[in-house]
């Protein structure tokens, strides 16, 4: 049985370098492939960074847009604000006119009722008078054109 150990030990020790080698390339092979795995971040964060600098352009372009047309939307808003204000204030003083526009006309509407009642008494009076004049016998030199319903 010893025999048959012998061989058996001997090709372990002789595998025993082919081992040893085998598992130093693959450490090697870890360590390289960690090496280029740092040099390919390094390469695409470089690649990163070239672009990330037109963008950078492009967001500080975009942001200089931006706050001017806020302050030109900002200088409309205001000038509109100012239009309303105008308008409302003109509204206001049309208002107020109509206002003694009206109490214009309702003064002279009085008025003109005042005037026609006292026309319409005068008539009343007139008519009186002539009746007055024809009773006692006298034919009055004028009369007028209207007549008692008027």
Same mark, same amino acid.
């Given at each position: 049985?010893d025999?048959?150990?012998?061989? $058996?030990?001997?090709?372990?020790?002789a595998?025993g370098?082919?081992?040893?080698?085998?598992f130093?390339?693959?450490?090697k092979?870890k360590?390289?492939?960690?090496?280029?795995a740092?040099?390919n971040a390094?390469k695409?964060?470089?690649?990163?960074?070239?672009?990330?600098?037109?963008?950078?352009?492009?967001?500080?372009?975009?942001?200089?847009? $931006?706050?001017?047309?806020?302050?030109?939307?900002?200088?409309?808003?205001?000038?509109?604000?100012?239009k309303i204000?105008?308008? $409302?204030?003109?509204?206001?003083?049309?208002?107020?006119?109509?206002?003694?526009?009206?109490?214009?006309?309702k003064?002279?509407?009085?008025?003109?009722?005042?005037?026609e009642?006292?026309?319409?008494?005068?008539?009343?009076?007139i008519?009186?008078?002539?009746?007055?004049?024809?009773?006692l016998?006298?034919?009055?030199?004028?009369?007028?054109?209207?007549?008692?319903?008027e």
């Open positions: 049985m025999k048959d150990w012998i061989p $058996i030990i001997i090709a372990i020790i595998a370098p082919g081992f040893f080698a085998l130093g390339q693959r450490r092979d360590r390289e492939d960690k090496s280029n740092i040099d390094g695409v964060t470089a690649q990163a960074l070239t672009l990330l600098a037109p963008l950078q352009l492009q967001v500080t372009s975009l942001e200089e847009k $931006i706050s001017r047309e806020r302050t030109e939307a900002e200088a409309r808003e205001a000038a509109l604000e100012a204000d105008k308008l $409302i204030a003109e509204s206001e003083e049309r208002d107020k006119k109509i206002g003694r526009q009206d109490e214009i006309i003064k002279q509407s009085i008025r003109l009722t005042d005037n009642n006292q026309i319409k008494n005068l008539k009343t009076g008519k009186k008078l002539i009746d007055q004049i024809i009773r016998g006298h034919v009055p030199d004028w009369q007028p054109d209207f007549t008692e319903g």
